[in-house]
């Protein structure tokens, strides 16, 4: 269903349906208790985690999940909906792919809960993510990982290609030797890098047509020893 800003007989019936599957009265009505219920998914991802002494990719990992488990995705059209306008600060549309958006969402949620400050400047763009990223010293490359290194749980992958050099990004979650499973946004489970979801997938370091590392890495927390896949 196309966003046209009415609340017409589509809306009205979409409404109806939802009540209908909340137990809700289904009277088409957007009452406190509907509204509640709609926001409910958006309301449980925000939720604060409980604080710790962990380390922020660690932090980074979790809200991931967190985010996961409510399953957010486009509503609306291409980069549209309640979830993209949250991840990228209101705005949304054809131009406004949100990986970036929600990877860097996810690093200001953890760094709140943990009070401290942004590792790096967050940004909208897969590119200026890495850019930011080599000037703190925090990037990890494909040619490091290929040499033995890995990326520990809540850094991020910055995924080659596109225009500009860099096409898509994720948050890892875990890192193992031949392969490294993630929590993204904008993607679906064919890994588009202009999907319409926030889902888990297992992506290779190394590019099967190349034989070339396909990534790098901002890695907060150092390098762990891969566990087996």
């Not at 929590?183 to 997938?201: F, K, L, W």
Request: a positive charge; aromatic letters at 8%.
């Amino acid at each position: 269903m196309a966003i046209d800003g009415d609340f017409g007989p589509a809306t009205g019936k979409a409404v109806r349906q939802f009540q209908a599957k909340k137990r809700l009265p289904p009277n088409g009505i957007v009452s406190k208790r509907t509204f509640a219920a709609l926001s409910r998914p958006m309301a449980r991802a925000l939720k604060p985690l409980r604080r710790s002494r962990r380390k922020l990719g660690r932090a980074v990992a979790d809200y991931a999940r967190q985010h996961l488990k409510q399953h957010p995705r486009e509503i609306g059209g291409q980069n549209r909906g309640p979830w993209v306008r949250l991840y990228m600060n209101g705005h949304e549309g054809k131009s406004w792919a949100w990986c970036a958006g929600f990877v860097c969402f996810i690093i200001r949620q953890a760094c709140k809960s943990m009070e401290v400050s942004l590792p790096f400047a967050v940004t909208y763009s897969t590119s200026q993510l890495r850019r930011n990223a080599k000037r703190k010293g925090i990037l990890l490359t494909g040619a490091e990982v290929a040499a033995g290194k890995k990326p520990s749980p809540g850094a991020i992958f910055l995924q080659k290609g596109g225009e500009t050099g860099w096409r898509h990004t994720g948050i890892v979650r875990r890192a193992g030797t031949e392969t490294f499973r993630t929590v993204e946004g904008n993607t679906n489970d064919e890994g588009s890098a202009e999907g319409y979801e926030v889902c888990q997938r297992t992506r290779r370091y190394v590019r099967k047509s190349t034989g070339k590392p396909g990534y790098d890495f901002v890695a907060f927390d150092g390098l762990a020893r891969p566990p087996a896949d």
